[in-house]
């Protein structure tokens, strides 16, 4: 099994950020904050946030394939030969990275190192640069196993990544969850322009633990992240109600997320229109809920 990245969540917010803005009057966007922000502003953050969210979710997606394999070429293998082949990481990645591990056994702890050099364009047609670093602590099935993300002057798509993503399995009694925290994140474009980021959440698998089948996966998410661009503006997301991820459907299908942009506040409905279902579509609330427009996710 594997775990989903929840980044996507970060991405449909930011989107919408620019839909708010269009469609609330020109007065609101004078927020309390110092810090305004303008229509035009409001559609770059969101287009800008939309790249760099992909890009951190695109990282924790490498990282946790590499960490998967690595697991079955580990697990129940004790002084057996061990060959991953990363047969799926490099369906996404190509064959230009480089893919070393440190030691190269099943034992652990252990570094594996995703160097795509100074240009490396993946399959999937993203081009990186730079370097993932992952020290895992142990198989990241095994509860109590910690997988820590860095980067080396890592670029994807000319987005600049820094910052240390963790991942903890804290499973329990049958229970499969774990935290996923991220620390001193920043993200750079090539104009100059950024933000910092930080998060933290949990994440519980709730359906599909007692099969081998991936797809049959179903995560209930919580938490929150806090996103501040260098012109100011502070962005808060947090969960209402959990957050339900089903590894068949590329999008969120239930839950409710607040987003708070300084003293605005907007609320996103992911069970609408049909309440779990697979669809690419979530409402958006605010002014208590008097004003709302209809959202196609990415």
């Known amino acids: 099994m594997k775990i989903i990245s929840i980044n996507r969540i970060i991405v449909a917010a930011f989107v919408l950020l620019n839909t708010t803005f269009l469609f609330s009057c020109k007065k609101e966007t004078s927020l309390s904050n110092p810090n305004t922000v303008s229509e035009e502003q409001a559609a770059a953050y969101s287009e800008e946030s939309a790249q760099a969210d992909g890009s951190f979710d695109d990282v924790a997606d490498l990282s946790m394939t590499a960490a998967d394999e690595d697991n079955t ?3 129940g293998r004790l002084n057996r ?3 991953p082949d990363f047969a799926e990481l490099r369906a996404a990645i190509g064959l230009c990275a480089t893919i070393t591990v440190t030691p190269n056994d ?13 240009s490396c364009v993946g399959l999937d047609g993203k081009l990186r640069g ?22 080396v002057d890592f670029y994807v798509n000319h987005i600049h990544l820094e910052g240390t993503k963790i991942i903890s399995n804290l499973s329990e009694n049958g229970a499969v969850k774990f935290t996923v925290q991220v620390v001193g994140g920043k993200v750079t474009f090539p104009s100059g322009r950024g933000y910092s980021y930080e998060s933290f959440k949990y994440k519980q698998q709730i ?3 007692d099969t081998r ?7 209930k998410i919580t938490g929150w992240a806090k996103i501040e661009f260098n012109s100011g503006v502070v962005i808060k997301l947090e969960t209402i109600d959990p957050l339900i991820k089903k590894l068949a459907c590329p999008w969120i299908s239930d839950g409710t997320l607040k987003i708070q942009i300084n003293d605005r506040v907007l609320k996103l409905d992911y069970g609408f229109p049909h309440n779990g279902d697979c669809d690419n579509k979530a409402l958006l609330t605010w002014n208590n809920g008097n004003s709302q427009r209809i959202i196609l996710l990415p």
Do not use: N, Q
């Open 81 to 83: 030969e061990y060959h």
């Open 207 to 209: 359906a599909g633990m």
């Open 213 to 219: 089948i991936v797809r049959d996966d179903v995560f």
């Open 73 to 75: 070429a580990s697990v």
């Open 106 to 118: 099943t034992t652990y702890p252990k570094t594996i190192t995703i160097d795509f050099g100074d």
């Open 130 to 151: 730079g370097k993932i670093v992952l020290h895992l602590t142990g198989p990241i099935r095994k509860p109590g196993s910690v997988l820590t993300i860095t980067f």
